[in-house]
């Protein structure tokens, strides 16, 4: 009964995981470089919908949608002004000025913060379900709901659309994509777009939990990190998989770790997702569901 | 392997060699050999010029020079792209500490001197760069650098729990103490009759043990150590055809550039006194990392400068922040922004406007400007 | 050849160099001859143009760090504090100037004393140093100096520092009040579990949750918990495995909304009684306001910002239109101490110099508070068992008030506390 519980208590977490992780992902494989942006869209995106829900008093979901709308701007914003004169430079250099922009839009998020942390009023959110003795608030219900949603909608996009298409094909050959005429810039834009928007859609859940959005809240989002390496950098599956069980992992381990293993210290549970990481990747190298690189001379 | 015949230098042909010993000499050129002498002696000078507060950021700047030297090493020459360096920067920060430092209620300490403590730190660091050395040969690129990451955020973890060594979260530790052939430089003093202030001391200090490293460092990189290295960063499956023992080489990149970060860190915190464990973070990785992509990847010289950068950059965008008009000076209230909030910015800012607008880094900027006078006055 | 002379060349000129330009430095080295922070010219804008200008420093935590949302109201209420004594005419025939040396050291012992190194030779005294081992990190210079300092914490460790000018209860004393006034009035009657962040803060508490609770006959569990809302699932768990009837709490604001929240959508009904620096009034509008206002009271070391004395009414009207947070109540109220030190060191053989505040801020023997803290809150002349505050106030949540919490049981020194021997901190941080 507990355990269950605190797969529950898991999923619902890993959930937000998921989501960063996909944004990660997206940009992943359209641009080979890891954004390091992505805490700051999540914060950025959650106060989005704070700013329409509080201030213009708009509903919750309205209020969410505008925000992706708004976060995936963002990132489109940032993709343009900071990334897109870079194309070609080494990967890392792109990562180093994408902590530049994790910086600079904190802190002017940090500004907007000021001393309250941010929370918003899920509706019926103090709701509390219970099936079997499992209890889940509706607050972690609807995010579970939204990620399902979210990941479908996606599989279809990439699945159906030209610009899914066309993001596929760049994702296996940059150049080849752009000699059958391709427009790269519209993958690049659409990849930070997406990642933006999704990242609006985690913050949004995180500033609608018990404590809302403060300026410590940014730290959330580098736990997608192991989520990706071990789903695999390249696969959205595999962003989805991970998230959620390194969400289940840390849960698992913060209920029984101090009992069962009380040896690894107190509060293992938060570098547990990364252990785990480590022992995924001394067996699969790509991650679980990651491309495995073809090495040529 | 044939064996190398010393060639005389061609008299009047400073420029021409005649052996490849001679190409891959320290100091090849008469030019670099007269400007790394005014660079050493003016060096020597600083420490009469500056005030206290900027000579001990320039210390530091020097000390963490050797930590981006060794993560050169291992990134920039042997392409092993590795977010861990904080992890060995605080392996050997608490050796040294544990090992140099003064028992107290909380932590131990064994106060040895320091031709063991630092040593030390550095050998350690270099057996934790061992372990890591095997996950490398498997991966690559990335996921290497999240791995890597990863070891950060195991590392902060036993950092955090062993509070004997650590002193914990929010607590930390004294760094070891500071003494040179009986010489204490954390005291102000009278040194071979001339009277010099902590920091000058410290400074002193620093840019000697600056200038070891860096030199060690340059002969590592012109071996054929360091030869594999790049061998290995260019093309790894190339390399291993033609004979290079890929596992042996990531392995001793990462435990070289692990010796240089572990001395880096037990000197950086005996100079800075207090450090606790969330020092060692993903932040600090980050920083190394821009520090050489700042400065230059695969040079020296570079690291140098870009440690230097880094070490100043907080001073910089502070000063700048300051004379911002429009800007509250006060802590909060008013204003878009406070100065605070616009240093802080400015930091992120600086470090984006200058990868963009120089991604060879410093060392790029210094080429230029050399090949400008190389050719002057017929430059273009 | 041509080479050693060139060497011995360069080495002379070095030299030469080297014994001008030690002359050109000059004595800024020095610690305190420099005037250090007091001199007899008038502030920058003065308020009164007659007056000499004492400098104050603050390191704070203004942007990046974990404590920035309540540093910043503390700095702001400080400014504020040093403006209003300007105002009033200022002290010993000087005014006081704060603005020009704020510092911000992102909550990093490492940043904390690079900012101290860059202002120590222009501030007389600090009038916040916030963190505790960041304030560790620059005390041996500050001895070195003779720079006093306010801190921005309540460690029990500062009772013990002659040149660190503490006010109120620490969370050590805190505790131990908060756990004697749940079994006196909650009617905890069996097990305790102290839940907090490691280290100095966290660990202070459960010392005095541990001591309170042997003093009550209660069974003690301490568990620490890390940072961050989206890690208290083990907390959590662990609580109610324990099932005790009070929990105390030692963490930020959203971790023990969190934790609360958890324990309420699982059937817990005990009591929860957090330090200080648990509560932000946002958290009125979560989704864990019910089971806050059910379950939580905070132990503080003064009221609230909305309590009713001179000060606390001298503060609200010098800060204006401001958002109520108890950043500025605390801001505020460790002020005091300074300015009474300050006060007496101008009585004192020479007037104000950095040596008369060392020896002054360690013979108060008591501090006008303004009816923020009894007055015998801040001396400072004799022991720390003698002279440590012990009374905390106990606040519960309110919703109409400004900053969510009023009081429940007015200045108190429980039991257990006042039988404490207070001869080596709760927590020991060196």
Redesign the interface.
């Known amino acids: 009964m507990e355990l269950l519980q605190s797969i529950v208590n898991g999923l619902g977490q890993g959930s937000v995981y998921a989501l960063l992780a996909l944004g990660y992902v997206m940009i992943y494989k359209a641009t080979k470089v890891i954004s390091f942006a992505q805490p700051a869209l999540m914060v950025v995106g959650g106060l989005f919908t704070y700013h329409f829900t509080r201030e213009f008093g708009l509903p919750f979901w309205i209020g969410m949608a505008l925000a992706v709308l708004c976060g995936a701007a963002v990132g489109m914003i940032v993709e343009r002004l900071a990334l897109r004169p870079m194309i070609g430079k080494p990967v890392f250099t792109l990562a180093i000025i994408t902590i530049g922009i994790d910086i600079v839009l904190r802190i002017l998020a940090n500004r907007y913060i000021g001393v309250q942390s941010k929370i918003v009023t899920y509706p019926d959110g103090t709701r509390i379900h219970e099936v079997g003795g499992i209890t889940i608030s509706s607050q972690r219900l609807g995010l579970i709901a939204v990620t399902v949603v979210t990941v479908v909608a996606l599989a279809l996009f990439f699945r159906y659309t030209r610009y899914g298409l066309a993001m596929r094909a760049t994702a296996i050959d940059q150049e080849t994509a752009m000699a059958q005429g391709i427009r790269i810039g519209i993958v690049f834009a659409l990849a930070w777009a997406i990642a933006g928007g999704l990242a609006a859609i985690a913050g949004t859940f995180v500033a609608a939990g018990t404590a809302g959005m403060d300026q410590n809240t940014w730290i959330i989002a580098l736990k997608a990190l192991p989520a990706i390496i071990i789903g695999g950098l390249d696969s959205i599956p595999g962003a989805v998989v991970g998230g959620l069980m390194v969400g289940v992992v840390e849960a698992v381990t913060a209920t029984y770790q101090p009992d069962v293993a009380g040896w690894l210290g107190n509060n293992f549970s938060l570098v547990a997702p990364y252990a785990l990481m480590l022992v995924v990747l001394l067996v699969r190298p790509y991650g679980l569901f990651g491309t495995k690189e073809v090495e040529r001379v | 392997m044939t064996t190398i015949v010393r060639s005389p230098r061609l008299r009047g042909r400073a420029l021409a060699t005649t052996s490849y010993a001679q190409d891959m000499g320290l100091l090849n050129t008469p030019a670099k050999r007269r400007s790394t002498?005014?660079m050493v002696?003016l060096g020597?000078?600083v420490p009469?010029?500056?005030?206290?507060?900027l000579l001990?950021?320039a210390t530091l700047g020097m000390i963490s020079a050797v930590g981006a030297i060794g993560l050169n090493l291992v990134t920039g020459y042997a392409g092993q792209?590795s977010l861990g360096h904080a992890f060995f920067i605080g392996v050997g920060a608490y050796t040294g500490a544990v090992l140099g430092g003064s028992e107290?209620?909380?932590v131990v300490g064994y106060d040895l001197p320091m031709w063991i403590w630092l040593p030390g730190a550095g050998i350690v660091a270099a057996l934790a760069g061992l372990l890591v050395g095997p996950?490398a040969v498997?991966?690559?690129g990335?996921?290497l650098?999240?791995?890597t990451?990863?070891l950060v955020?195991?590392g902060?973890?036993?950092f955090?729990?062993a509070r004997s060594l650590t002193?914990?979260?929010?607590?930390?530790?004294?760094g070891p103490d500071l003494n040179v052939f009986g010489i204490d430089l954390r005291e102000?003093g009278s040194v071979l009759g001339?009277?010099l202030?902590r920091?000058?001391r410290q400074f002193l200090f620093a840019l000697l043990f600056l200038i070891v490293f860096a030199v060690l460092a340059r002969n590592i990189a012109r071996s054929g150590v360091g030869r594999a290295f790049s061998a290995v960063r260019d093309?790894?499956?190339?390399a291993a055809?033609i004979g290079v023992d890929l596992t042996k080489y990531k392995v001793m990149a990462f435990a070289m550039s692990s010796f240089f970060a572990g001395v880096t860190g037990a000197l950086y915190y005996a100079v800075?006194?207090?450090?606790?464990p969330?020092?060692f973070g993903?932040l600090m990785s980050?920083q190394y990392?821009?520090m050489i992509?700042i400065g230059g990847?695969a040079t020296i010289s570079g690291s140098i400068m870009g440690a230097m950068f880094i070490a100043f950059l907080?001073r910089l965008s502070g000063e700048i922040a300051h004379v911002v008009p429009g800007i509250t000076?006060?802590?909060?209230?008013g204003g878009?922004?406070?100065v605070?909030?616009l240093?802080?910015?400015l930091?992120?800012?600086l470090?984006?406007v200058f990868?963009?607008f120089e991604?060879r880094g410093l060392f790029g900027i210094w080429l230029r400007i050399r090949n400008y006078w190389k050719g002057w006055p017929f430059s273009y | 050849m041509t080479k050693k002379r060139n060497l011995l060349r360069v080495g002379a000129c070095a030299m030469t160099a080297a014994l001008v330009l030690t002359a050109c430095r000059g004595g800024d080295s020095g610690s305190s001859e420099a005037g250090g922070g007091i001199t007899d010219e008038p502030c920058p804008d003065a308020v009164n143009p007659d007056n000499g200008c004492i400098y104050l420093g603050a390191i704070s935590d203004l942007t990046k760090g974990p404590f920035a949302p309540l540093a910043v109201p503390i700095t702001d209420a400080q400014e504020a504090f040093w403006a209003q004594v300007n105002e009033d005419g200022g002290v010993g025939g000087y005014d006081i100037n704060l603005t020009d040396h704020i510092a911000d050291s992102e909550y990093n012992p490492e940043l904390h004393n690079r900012k101290y190194q860059e202002m120590r030779d222009d501030v007389a005294a600090l009038a916040q140093t916030l963190g505790s081992s960041q304030t560790l990190a620059i005390l041996e210079d500050m001895k070195a100096d003779d720079v006093i300092g306010v801190p921005a914490s309540w460690n029990s460790a500062w009772e013990f520092e002659d040149q660190i000018l503490e006010s109120g209860a620490s969370y050590c004393f805190e505790a131990m009040n908060g756990v004697d006034w749940a079994v006196a009035e909650r009617g905890v009657a069996n097990k305790v579990v102290a839940v907090g962040y490691a280290g100095d803060y966290g660990g202070d508490a459960a010392a005095g949750v541990e001591v309170a609770a042997e003093a009550n006959g209660l069974e003690y569990v301490a568990l620490e918990t890390p940072a961050g809302q989206e890690n208290q699932t083990g907390a959590i768990s662990q609580i109610l495995g324990e099932q005790p009837d009070l929990v105390y709490i030692s963490t930020g604001p959203a971790e023990m909304a969190t934790i609360v929240g958890g324990l309420a959508q699982n059937g817990f009904t005990g009591t929860v009684v957090g330090s200080s620096p648990t509560w932000n009034p946002a958290l009125l509008q979560s989704a864990a306001a019910p089971a806050l206002e059910a379950l939580y009271f905070q132990a503080g070391p003064w009221g609230p910002f909305g309590t009713d004395t001179p000060g606390h009414q001298k503060m609200r009207d010098a800060l204006g239109d401001v958002t109520p947070n108890d950043g500025y109540t605390a801001g505020w109220a460790w002020s005091y101490a300074l300015l009474a030190t300050l006060e007496a060191a101008a009585d004192l053989d020479g007037g104000i110099t950095r040596e008369n505040l060392v020896k002054a801020a360690g013979e108060l023997e008591s501090v006008d508070y303004e009816g923020m803290l009894p007055e015998d809150a801040g001396a400072t002349d004799g022991d720390p068992n003698e002279t440590a505050f012990r009374q905390s106030v106990i606040s519960r949540v309110d919703p109409s008030a400004p900053t969510g919490v009023t009081i429940e049981q007015d200045f108190t020194a429980g039991p257990t506390v006042s039988d404490f021997d207070f001869t080596e901190p709760c927590f020991s941080l060196q």
């Open positions: 002498l005014v002696v020597f000078l009469f010029l500056l005030t206290d507060d001990q950021i792209v107290t209620s909380l996950l498997r991966l690559r990335l996921y650098a999240i791995v990451l990863g955020f195991l902060d973890h036993v955090r729990e002193g914990g979260p929010g607590v930390g530790r004294r102000s001339l009277e202030a920091e000058q093309r790894d499956v190339a055809i800075l006194g207090v450090f606790d969330s020092a993903l980050i990392l821009a992509l990847v907080g000076t006060g802590s909060g209230g878009v922004l406070t605070f909030q240093e802080a910015i930091y992120g800012l470090i984006i990868l963009i991604p």
